[in-house]
């Protein structure tokens, strides 16, 4: 019997993520019903939201199940098909998990166009975390030509579309990342005006360095002492968009401590989850998509070779050991 | 000469306020210029922003220069006037501070209509302290008929308000308060469904009994440990107003501790100042007014007798021993 591998949920973490918590299995190949698609997967896209899935908490979505098979997006290719409108061969981007393989009915499936845009792309700057950042800069943040931005984590999938998408928009970008060689890349590849790296140590300091004009809008993916540095620096009517709090994500208490900040700059501060706003995909899509494929988006990936890595591999990612979006390479 | 009383700053606050950062001065009465208007001020309205003001901080003000009149809003009676637009014997709020008496060009002076409002109430529920109420529960809280609203400080001149609005929008309205005789008038006078009283020590708890449905919207004017209690009754999509942190003016440390709650229940937070907003609030005074003409808006005062009372009772506003909107009658 053919058979596949996938990796499950094994125990919810306690404190931080370790290798136990997964477990790798064989399962085998399923027989397709009417209107059902096989999908082997080329790339699995590990993302940071898997985190609070692998908690049993009050949260916007139900928790992972244990033993079965981990959430996530992936990329890959129809291999067989009983579905009229999915062909053997079509690329395809679905919800299937950390796994080989995958059945759909097609519903959640989208068909991808690979001429302009690579495959794995649709994982990371024309995919979902493309669409965070797209959605918390021109809904949240709406920031102004000649207003100054900041985001946190800048060199991740997320964070290296906002900086860019504001560039775009005539604003100043500045990037808060985790080491030297991450802050170059923000600076002379992404092209942000600047690029602090929280490791150094100065962080306020060197934030107002970066931010002569103060700061008129924040994407913020990891919350504590560089959130209250941001919003230390806040002009009034200032905007974030809190899309993430990875710096809290084993529980270490994270407050916000400069609440007066919000008080006296009026500022607007909104969590979103971009999968709620699936009204606005078609339009943030095309724009990323159109500026991928003419090489005005950049991105970089950190690719992890087979399902087997996958749990070392997004441990790393809530470490900041990845450069770039992180994915899992599966075929 | 003939003279009248005014109290300037005399000193910044060192954590608490003492009534030694005031200072009780005779002035000469000033002799009118062309355009000019005397007024004597019969009430001054105490109000917990002056805290913020008395800091040389960073803010949407300018501080509070020392040796001049402490700020604020007051009504009084026109009894000299060089001012076509106004005659001896007219009602007018203004801004004219801490003092018997004040010298205005007219500008930021309002006629008053004492027929069916008594003046007082012009400094509180027709005044700044219910258009705060007012912006808050309509531009921010956005309440619908059914939706559960919190508001702290629920027996004070703001937050008996946007209860009281709130509940003639259909809405749930639970107020947090001090003490037994607070929440009592906020349930039995006001109309509130419940109110909390955070000295009795089972804020958490007693929250979670009142707002069986979770909560929509938050009024927010004290900050700290309620502030987080409410965060943890979030349901998604909840809207806080954010209009005062009373329990930090003091240069407490006052977190937010539970920021995820942002995040995991896409929550919006705003600050907001309602002087910003002047556009709105002929529509917003138009409500407040006619409702309480009717007697269908109540509320209550403190009321300090003479100027020289002002500090003292100032420094009760800020420590919650008010009931009411915290006045001092002056003439």
Redesign the interface.
């Given at each position: 019997m053919a058979t596949f591998k996938r990796i499950v949920l094994a125990s919810r973490p306690k404190g931080e993520v370790v290798p136990e918590n997964f477990r790798l299995e064989d399962v085998p190949v399923p027989a397709l019903k009417d209107g059902e698609i096989l999908i082997r997967n080329h790339y699995l896209s590990l993302d940071p939201y898997m985190r609070?899935r692998m908690e049993d908490?009050?949260?916007?979505a139900a928790p992972q199940p244990i033993g079965e098979t981990m959430i996530g997006g992936t990329v890959g290719e129809v291999i067989e098909s009983k579905n009229p409108k999915f062909t053997v061969g079509d690329k395809v981007q679905g919800m299937l998990g950390w796994s080989e393989m995958g059945v759909s009915d097609g519903v959640m499936l989208r068909k991808l166009d690979t001429t302009h845009i690579p495959l794995s792309a649709y994982l990371g700057a024309v995919g979902m975390p493309g669409m965070t950042a797209w959605y918390g800069l021109t809904q949240i943040m709406q920031p102004k030509e000649g207003e100054t931005i900041v985001v946190s984590a800048a060199s991740g999938a997320v964070g290296s579309v906002v900086g860019q998408l504001a560039k775009l928009r005539g604003c100043r970008a500045v990037g808060i990342a985790g080491g030297k060689e991450k802050c170059d890349y923000v600076v002379n590849e992404l092209g942000f005006d600047a690029c602090i790296d929280y490791k150094a140590g100065n962080l306020p300091a060197d934030l107002a360095k970066a931010t002569p004009n103060g700061i008129d809008a924040v994407f913020e993916n990891v919350?504590g002492e560089g959130f209250d540095a941001c919003l230390a620096r806040m002009n009034?009517f200032g905007r974030i968009a809190?899309?993430?709090?990875i710096a809290?994500y084993d529980g270490q208490?994270?407050?916000?401590?400069n609440?007066?900040a919000?008080?006296?700059?009026?500022?607007?501060?909104?969590?979103?989850?971009v999968s709620?706003h699936m009204e606005l995909w078609p339009q943030g899509l095309r724009e990323l998509g159109t500026l991928v494929a003419a090489g005005r988006l950049k991105f970089r990936e950190s690719i992890a070779d087979g399902l087997a890595s996958a749990p070392d591999a997004f441990i790393g990612l809530l470490k900041g050991r990845n450069f770039g979006k992180q994915l899992v390479k599966l075929a």
């Open positions: 609070m908490v009050k949260s916007y919350g009034p809190l899309c993430g709090l809290g208490p994270m407050p916000i401590n609440v007066r919000f008080l006296t700059m009026r500022l607007t501060m909104r969590g979103f989850i709620e």
